[in-house]
């Protein structure tokens, strides 16, 4: 059985006994292993509460079909909706009674905080509630830049941005946390002298200093990284689908919540990419993708998937929709591309400098589409 297959069946309380062991050596194997099942943990529990709380009359159906509790209730016609409801809620508050016993001993397996993925999943999500960059260097000091594109810099115990001296090092937290909005870009030059390039709606946490064994961040959306190399010091990057190990290198790694794909285009050096214990390495000019557990390795022009930190959007024989989808991010507005505008494929450049206005008469002149708006909102359609 798939470790995916044992948590699904341990969470839906049908995993055998002799499984259990299956699934607890897998966790004890590494601290991924465990951050990944809690992660799957905490999702259903909070699914399994909110079922509970459900709206008793509209959400019924939609309800019993999700628990696959119909198939039960068939063998009792004399159930009334209200005794299945008793029955399912007394059956789902045992579930997390028995679960949470399994979680405790889980968590007692290794020190707490001391991971930046645990400590990723305590943070806020990426969200578009704000239109600012922002930096939380502790939980009571977080900084507000008003400017599209602020260029962070770590060094001599100081934080500076944009050149200018903002807090001392040790003023903050042992993570640090930046938000990079939708409509927003940002640099920031880590303490080893790394530089990360991030992309809009992304966030990045790392340590105000690294430790002597390791150089570890967190990456979740998408960003470009030239790794300063040192032998002896690795330097990984953490998503929660992937673990990527560097010594020195240039890559661009792709990790948002919202897109069924992840990957990792390689410019130059080599990277190690693991996923769910599978090892896979690339050499430069080869991407790496991620889609619903399936692993490929292409042969790519590298340069074509960093151009956006030039300002530069590149693309070869891409459909509208994924078009679209990167310049919804870019520029913060929303696109309804219409179904038979939306597989055409097209391939060219364009000037991410521009105001989205300008780019979208661009386009309009080089592909068959024409587009109306009213604010922030786009649809578009093939031309008659």
């Given at each position: 059985?798939?470790?995916?297959?044992?948590?699904?069946?341990?969470?839906n309380?049908?995993?055998?006994?002799?499984?259990?062991?299956?699934?607890?050596?897998?966790?004890?194997?590494?601290?991924?292993?465990?951050?990944?099942?809690?992660?799957?943990?905490?999702?259903?529990?909070?699914?399994?509460?909110?079922?509970?709380?459900?709206?008793k009359?509209?959400?019924?159906?939609?309800?019993?079909?999700?628990?696959?509790?119909?198939k039960?209730?068939?063998?009792?016609?004399?159930?009334?909706?209200?005794k299945?409801?008793?029955?399912?809620?007394?059956?789902?508050?045992i579930?997390?009674?028995?679960?949470?016993?399994?979680?405790?001993?889980?968590?007692?397996?290794?020190?707490?905080?001391?991971?930046?993925?645990?400590?990723?999943?305590q943070?806020?999500?990426?969200?578009?509630?704000?239109?600012e960059?922002?930096?939380?260097?502790?939980?009571?000091?977080?900084?507000?830049?008003?400017?599209?594109?602020?260029?962070?810099?770590?060094?001599?115990?100081?934080?500076?941005?944009?050149?200018?001296?903002?807090?001392?090092e040790?003023?903050?937290?042992?993570?640090?946390?930046?938000?990079?909005?939708?409509?927003?870009?940002?640099?920031?030059?880590?303490?080893?002298?790394?530089?990360v390039?991030?992309n809009?709606?992304?966030?990045?946490?790392?340590?105000?200093?690294?430790?002597?064994?390791?150089?570890?961040?967190?990456?979740?959306?998408?960003?470009?990284?030239?790794?300063?190399?040192?032998?002896?010091?690795?330097?990984?990057?953490?998503?929660?689908?992937?673990?990527?190990?560097?010594?020195?290198?240039?890559?661009?790694?792709?990790?948002?919540?919202?897109s069924?794909?992840?990957?990792?285009?390689?410019?130059?050096?080599?990277?190690s990419?693991?996923?769910?214990?599978?090892?896979?390495?690339?050499?430069?000019?080869?991407?790496?993708?991620?889609?619903?557990d399936?692993?490929?390795?292409?042969?790519?022009n590298?340069?074509?998937y960093?151009?956006?930190?030039?300002?530069?959007y590149?693309?070869?024989?891409?459909?509208?929709?994924?078009?679209?989808?990167?310049?919804?991010?870019?520029?913060?507005?929303?696109?309804?591309?219409?179904p038979s505008?939306?597989?055409?494929?097209?391939?060219?450049?364009?000037?991410?400098?521009?105001?989205?206005?300008?780019?979208?008469?661009?386009?309009?002149?080089?592909?068959p589409?024409?587009?109306?708006?009213?604010?922030?909102?786009?649809?578009v359609?093939?031309?008659?």
């Open positions: 059985m798939k470790t995916k297959e044992l948590i699904t069946s341990f969470l309380g049908t995993l055998k006994e002799e499984e259990k062991d299956n699934l607890l050596a897998w966790i004890k194997a590494s601290d991924e292993n465990k951050q990944l099942f809690l992660k799957y943990y905490h999702i259903w529990e909070k699914d399994i509460k909110r079922q509970m709380n459900f709206n009359t509209g959400g019924w159906h939609k309800f019993i079909e999700k628990i696959h509790y119909n039960r209730k068939l063998h009792f016609p004399y159930f009334t909706k209200r299945a409801i008793y029955i399912t809620e007394i059956a789902a508050s579930a997390i009674i028995a679960a949470t016993y399994f979680i405790f001993h889980i968590q007692s397996l290794s020190p707490k905080h001391t991971d930046i993925l645990a400590f990723a999943h943070t806020e999500p990426v969200t578009n509630n704000s239109n960059v922002k930096l939380i260097v502790s939980k009571n000091k977080t900084v507000t830049f008003h400017t599209q594109s602020p260029a962070l810099k770590y060094g001599n115990q100081i934080i500076r941005v944009n050149n200018e001296q903002i807090i001392s040790d003023k903050t937290s042992k993570y640090n946390q930046l938000f990079v909005p939708y409509g927003k870009r940002s640099t920031i030059t880590l303490n080893d002298g790394t530089k390039w991030v809009a709606g992304t966030k990045l946490i790392y340590p105000t200093n690294f430790s002597k064994e390791k150089r570890e961040i967190y990456i979740e959306g998408e960003a470009y990284l030239e790794v300063v190399h040192h032998d002896d010091w690795p330097f990984i990057v953490r998503t929660n689908e992937m673990r990527i190990s560097v010594l020195g290198t240039k890559f661009d790694i792709s990790s948002y919540t919202d069924k794909e992840k990957g990792v285009v390689l410019v130059s050096g080599l990277v990419i693991d996923h769910s214990g599978e090892n896979t390495q690339i050499r430069p000019d080869h991407m790496y993708t991620l889609k619903e399936s692993i490929s390795v292409t042969s790519v590298a340069n074509k960093i151009s956006w930190v030039k300002g530069i590149t693309f070869d024989s891409e459909t509208l929709a994924c078009i679209f989808d990167r310049l919804e991010k870019y520029y913060n507005i929303k696109i309804q591309c219409e505008a939306a597989e055409l494929r097209c391939s060219g450049k364009l000037d991410l400098e521009q105001n989205f206005e300008s780019l979208m008469k661009g386009l309009a002149l080089t592909a589409i024409t587009y109306r708006h009213s604010g922030t909102n786009y649809i359609e093939l031309k008659n």
